[in-house]
């Protein structure tokens, strides 16, 4: 998609196609609201200024809009709008040994009994073994802590999600 054929979109497909870089209602909405962009780099700057006026609401709602890492089920399943996209961000967990697997399930249901949330992390890069060291690293973390550490990780995911959008 253009950034043109972007900002002529009717609003309903606007909003659609930015809640799948990001599945805050608020963030897509305010993002929608915006247009037209006369560049990436002001779309981008506009992400950013207004994912840091959104509250933990709007960050809890856009977790949810993600599969748990290595969880191949539920991407298939709950997530394929954003199918592609999420398994390309996780692909390196689908060469992990089972091993690996394992301890990243075990790890997000610790994760999630914990927090409340399923553990974010932008996956882009990562390998499955670096996954898993980052998410045993931050179980120890306070709530509020993890909050703002995986609302961070949603922020970097949304900026790649927008240049796949842009591609």
Same mark, same amino acid.
């Given at each position: 998609?253009? &950034?043109?054929? %972007?900002?002529?979109? /009717?609003?309903?497909?606007?909003?659609? $196609? !930015?809640?799948?870089?990001?599945?805050? =209602?608020?963030?897509?909405?305010?993002?929608?609201?915006?247009?037209?962009?006369?560049?990436?780099?002001?779309?981008?700057?506009?992400?950013?200024?207004?994912?840091?006026?959104?509250?933990?609401?709007?960050? &809890?709602?856009? %977790?949810?809009?993600? /599969?748990?890492?290595?969880?191949?089920? $539920? !991407?298939?399943?709950?997530?394929?709008? =954003?199918?592609?996209?999420?398994?390309?961000?996780?692909?390196?967990?689908?060469?992990?040994?089972?091993?690996?697997?394992?301890?990243?399930?075990?790890?997000?249901?610790?994760?999630?009994?914990?927090?409340?949330?399923?553990?974010?992390?932008?996956?882009?890069?990562?390998?499955?073994?670096?996954? !898993?060291?980052?998410?045993?690293?931050?179980?120890?973390?306070?709530?509020?802590?993890?909050?703002?550490?995986?609302?961070?990780?949603?922020?970097?995911?949304?900026?790649?999600?927008?240049?796949?959008?842009?591609?």
């Amino acid at each position: 998609m253009t &950034l043109q054929s %972007f900002n002529e979109l /009717p609003e309903k497909e606007a909003i659609d $196609s !930015l809640f799948a870089c990001c599945g805050s =209602t608020n963030w897509a909405g305010r993002m929608e609201g915006c247009r037209p962009f006369t560049t990436l780099d002001d779309l981008k700057t506009t992400a950013d200024r207004i994912w840091g006026e959104t509250t933990e609401t709007d960050w &809890l709602e856009a %977790f949810t809009h993600h /599969p748990k890492i290595g969880d191949t089920e $539920s !991407l298939k399943k709950k997530f394929a709008a =954003t199918a592609a996209w999420a398994s390309n961000e996780q692909s390196a967990v689908q060469s992990a040994g089972m091993e690996v697997l394992e301890k990243l399930a075990q790890g997000n249901r610790d994760y999630e009994l914990k927090f409340g949330f399923i553990f974010i992390v932008c996956a882009t890069g990562k390998t499955a073994t670096e996954m !898993l060291a980052l998410l045993e690293a931050r179980l120890p973390n306070e709530k509020e802590e993890e909050l703002r550490i995986a609302a961070g990780e949603q922020h970097k995911i949304t900026h790649i999600r927008i240049d796949k959008l842009f591609a």
